[in-house]
């Protein structure tokens, strides 16, 4: 019989683990703690449960905690990890400090089915879900957990794509058992899945980043496949329909509002013109939010250019100016190929799959 993981079970969940098992009710908040509060690798650790217990967990159960397998740090201080999943695949997570925050950069699947042109995981096509335990287990697994301040899900794949393991692994984050964090602390982006946008605006109260890139749904059509399925202009009507809080000018921690920010990466002649300056203007009208203004980080065989840093302070100046509170994104990682737009496991996961089988330690079949 296969084993269940713990790992991305709720408290109630694990309520039903203690009550099959024979254990007490209290077990499962014991439960609780050693996975989501003492960052554990073994059900052994678990050291105020009985030994008979223990063992019973362990005859049906798995962690589903694994260290990461490759660690690469940026002149910049950003560290990028490969991290192992459940079904034998790889992620790539993308841990950045600050002077004022640490921001781990999660990934929600393995690879991506948008397939935007600029992006190196659109190019990786689709592998897998990542799991509850999968997501949980890039930031409690992280060597530096204990000083993140920020978590987003702007690492590989569509986190709306995969809504219910997402909404899951935020719900552990933000309950008291778990990571026990104000939602506001975490980010949570899409292209703009209309089928699961709403269902995530209901049940989350987790910030939202819109991956934008053009004005209007002609010129994104062209680089952005998934605005053919979900058109720009029907997901900004679904974001009238709620309460969203200008980051800059009123978020503070108490507020009850989350943030809604749009992502736009600046292309050389391709979205930075004037033109392009007034129909995003046009666009968010009426919407409280702020747009970051990306860097083009360069992939193999691309035909995109980036803008220079001078266009993209005059675009930031003029949407401010005009009501579109907005900021430069500084570009981190981009040596070690951890910035906006260039993780990909293609190669890794492709490795795997050739070796697939294989009785040796498949760890030495892996490197960056």
């Given at each position: 019989?296969?084993?269940?993981?713990?790992?991305?079970?709720?408290?109630?969940?694990?309520?039903?683990?203690?009550?099959?098992?024979?254990?007490?009710?209290?077990?499962?908040?014991?439960?609780?703690?050693?996975?989501?509060?003492?960052?554990?690798?073994?059900?052994?650790?678990?050291?105020?449960?009985?030994?008979?217990?223990?063992?019973?967990l362990e005859e049906h159960y798995v962690l589903g905690r694994k260290q990461p397998i490759k660690k690469v740090k940026s002149k910049d201080g950003t560290v990028k990890y490969l991290f192992p999943t459940q079904s034998?695949?790889?992620?790539?997570?993308?841990?950045?400090?600050?002077?004022?925050?640490?921001?781990l950069c999660v990934s929600s699947q393995v690879g991506c089915k948008m397939g935007c042109s600029f992006c190196m995981t659109g190019r990786q096509g689709f592998q897998a879900q990542l799991t509850p335990a999968d997501i949980l287990n890039q930031i409690y697994s992280l060597p530096e957990f204990a000083t993140l301040t920020?978590?987003?899900?702007?690492?590989?794949?569509?986190?709306?794509?995969?809504?219910?393991?997402?909404?899951?692994?935020?719900?552990?984050?933000?309950?008291?058992?778990?990571?026990?964090w104000s939602p506001k602390r975490i980010t949570v982006s899409t292209v703009g899945d209309l089928k699961n946008l709403r269902k995530f605006l209901n049940e989350s109260q987790c910030n939202i980043a819109i991956s934008l890139h053009f004005p209007t749904s002609a010129l994104r059509a062209e680089y952005m496949p998934a605005e053919k399925a979900w058109p720009i202009n029907k997901v900004v009507e679904v974001l009238k329909d709620y309460d969203f809080c200008n980051a800059e000018l009123q978020w503070h921690e108490g507020a009850k509002q989350r943030r809604l920010s749009f992502e736009y990466i600046v292309f050389a002649g391709l979205n930075d013109s004037h033109r392009h300056r007034d129909q995003l203007v046009e666009l968010l009208k009426g919407l409280d939010?702020?747009?970051?203004?990306?860097?083009?980080?360069?992939?193999?065989?691309?035909?995109?250019?980036?803008?220079?840093?001078?266009?993209?302070?005059?675009?930031?100046?003029y949407l401010t100016y005009k009501g579109v509170f907005s900021t430069l994104r500084a570009s981190r990682g981009e040596d070690i190929m951890a910035a906006c737009g260039l993780l990909s496991t293609k190669e890794r996961n492709k490795k795997k799959l050739n070796n697939y089988g294989r009785k040796e330690n498949t760890r030495r079949h892996y490197s960056w």
């Open positions: 019989m296969e084993k269940k993981t713990l790992s991305g079970m709720t408290l109630a969940e694990l309520e039903n683990v203690a009550y099959e098992l024979g254990m007490p009710k209290y077990a499962s908040k014991q439960i609780a703690t050693w996975l989501y509060t003492k960052q554990i690798f073994s059900i052994s650790e678990m050291s105020n449960i009985s030994k008979a217990f223990r063992e019973k034998g695949h790889f992620v790539e997570t993308v841990y950045i400090p600050t002077a004022e925050r640490a921001t920020n978590i987003v899900f702007m690492g590989q794949g569509e986190p709306l794509d995969n809504i219910d393991n997402v909404l899951r692994t935020c719900e552990i984050m933000t309950a008291p058992y778990g990571l026990a939010c702020r747009v970051n203004l990306i860097p083009f980080h360069t992939i193999p065989d691309s035909p995109f250019t980036a803008a220079p840093e001078k266009r993209m302070k005059e675009i930031r100046d």
